[in-house]
């Protein structure tokens, strides 16, 4: 595989229930990224881990837990969502943290019901 | 005020025709500048990456900076069905940890 992939593509979940995104990047970079993005707005930064390290939090709720285990790997972590909180989730990578052109992968379309 | 200003459109051309896509910004220390196409169900795909003012063409797409203005610039020559997307620009200082993100514009070109 190449590229950045994202699993699972679609996600239904009650707001009482537990699930996690996965994104791996297969390009040797060490800054990872998530992103919302909701309609009509402009794409959302919610984490950057570089080399494995949280370097960025935009004062995202605590119901969303990001974990990065490795340079290749990330995800995110999910518990008690709102309705509000339906949107894609994106992961991005880029060689280094600072403007560094990112890319992304197709991001997970979640519904909370 | 909005980091950056980007007309969601949607905007509707003919087949051929030149399209230009354009976003304004707010914060003079911008000095890195991306577009990405984003088809319908995908991710962003880059486009354009370019530093500071100037020119920079690529096939038929051409980035066009202007610091000046804090206005910045994609066209799209000889548009053909399959650049019907959204096309969000971005932007960056050179201290800046994270890029600003236009809300996109969304483009048909009808065949």
């Known amino acids: 595989e190449t590229g950045v992939t994202q699993t699972p593509r679609h996600l239904v979940m009650g707001m009482t229930n537990k699930k996690s995104l996965k994104c791996e990047q297969h390009l040797g970079h060490n800054a990872m990224y998530w992103y919302k993005q909701s309609a009509k707005k402009p794409l959302e930064l919610m984490f950057v881990y570089s080399l494995e390290e949280r370097v960025e939090n935009n004062s995202v709720p605590s119901r969303f837990s990001p974990e990065c285990p490795n340079s290749s790997h990330l995800f995110l972590h999910l518990h008690t969502l709102q309705p509000e909180d339906s949107a894609l989730y994106l992961c991005?990578?880029?060689?280094?943290?600072?403007?560094?052109?990112?890319?992304f992968g197709d991001g997970t379309r979640l519904s909370i019901l | 005020q909005k980091e950056v200003e980007q007309d969601p459109g949607p905007l509707s051309v003919p087949e051929g025709a030149i399209v230009s896509l354009n976003c304004t910004y707010s914060?003079?220390?911008?000095?890195?500048f991306m577009w990405y196409r984003q088809y319908s169900r995908k991710g962003p795909e880059l486009l354009m990456y370019t530093y500071s003012s100037g020119n920079k063409e690529d096939g038929r797409f051409t980035a066009q900076v202007d610091k000046s203005s804090k206005y910045i610039s994609l066209f799209i020559r000889d548009s053909q069905p399959s650049d019907s997307a959204t096309y969000l620009c971005?932007?960056?200082?050179?201290?800046?940890?994270?890029?600003?993100f236009g809300t996109g514009t969304s483009l048909t070109v009808i065949p």
């Open positions: 914060n003079s220390a911008f000095q890195y």
């Open positions: 991005a990578s880029s060689p280094g943290q600072l403007n560094q052109p990112q890319h």
């Open positions: 971005a932007m960056s200082s050179n201290t800046g940890n994270q890029f600003y």
